[in-house]
DNA sequence: CATCTTGTTACGTT
DNA sequence: AAACGTAACAAGAT
């Protein structure tokens, strides 16, 4: 499910235990999602902590609790964020349970891309600090965008707005909505966009960002009826302007939509 | 049964 | 060294 808007979502949930006390830690250490961590610190450490803050950057997750101790989680594909009552007991694929007084915060992941990580400190993980700006942010200027566009000239533009490390959060139904508001064919390499195109692809992505944060983020309801966003999984979707039929191909390994009339190639 | 999936990452190659 | 392509991870839906 997440992608920027969805896993600002998905924190917002956890908000109602926020100021509140955890009482007990409810895990499986040898469950995927703890890979690279001693899952039995959290265990140990964060029972007695106040949950006191939270934040999203693209699809990264950050936790903060009382006595220096973060939480960070990454919902991979499935990963889910809910709240169930106090006494709350785990189902098969509620990998991690932080139990409160009044509620318990539940983070569930059938299929474990997702990753849990845990840190003691005065500042933030590393891995947090070293995050790039936000898309909407006012660091993620169009020449920014641009230089790294063209340090992946190579790559098809579809290709290169998955890679976190420019466009974090962009995941791959928001890559299509973009190309397909921006008139850009999705298999056009990323250094051959010329100055009209790159100002109209950034000025799109934020839109788009923008957007999705507004519609999605607050309740998980579904972005504009003439978005994209509802013909791409169709079997028989097509483009909300002209109603052509959308073309298919995987490029990067993920199925990619487009309309051929708006993005010719 | 085969194929698909809104995501990363390890690994080998260029 | 950096960029690139592919397989792998795992589970559920179609």
């Known amino acids: 499910v997440p992608e920027l808007a969805e896993v600002e979502y998905y ?5 109602g235990g926020l100021g509140q006390r955890i009482t007990t830690v409810k895990l499986h250490a040898a469950k995927r999602v703890f890979r690279g961590i001693m899952a039995r610190e959290l265990e140990k450490l964060l029972p007695g902590s106040k949950f006191q803050r939270s934040e999203a950057r693209g699809k990264q997750l950050l936790f903060c609790f009382s006595n220096h101790l973060w939480l960070g989680l990454h919902l991979g594909m499935t990963g889910t964020l809910r709240v169930e009552g106090p006494a709350f007991s785990p189902g098969k694929h509620d990998h ?3 139990c409160q007084r009044e509620r318990s915060l539940v983070f ?3 299929r474990l891309f997702g990753r849990v990580r845990f840190h003691q400190g005065m500042n933030p993980p590393e891995w947090w600090v070293n995050l790039p700006p936000a898309l909407t942010s006012k660091a993620f200027t169009k020449a920014k965008m641009a230089g790294f566009l063209q340090r992946h000239g190579k790559l098809p533009v579809k290709a290169a707005l998955l ?6 959060g962009i995941g791959n139904w928001m890559a299509d909505e973009i190309l397909w508001r921006a008139r850009l064919n999705p298999l056009t390499l990323s250094n051959r966009l010329d100055q009209g195109q790159l100002l109209t692809l950034w000025r799109t992505l934020r839109q788009v960002c923008r957007s999705a944060l507004n519609h999605i983020s607050p309740d998980f309801s579904d972005p504009p009826r003439d978005w994209l966003f509802h013909q791409r999984w169709k079997r028989d979707g ?5 109603r052509e ?3 298919r191909q995987p490029i990067a390994g993920r199925t990619t939509a ?3 009339i708006c993005q010719p190639g």
């Open 245 to 247: 039929h959308l073309r």
């Open 96 to 98: 991690l349970v932080l």
């Open 108 to 110: 569930n992941d059938p």
């Open 238 to 242: 097509r483009c909300p302007i002209d």
């Open 258 to 260: 487009w309309c051929p």
């Open 163 to 168: 890679l976190q490390s420019g466009f974090p």
């Open 11 to 15: 924190r917002r949930r956890w908000d």
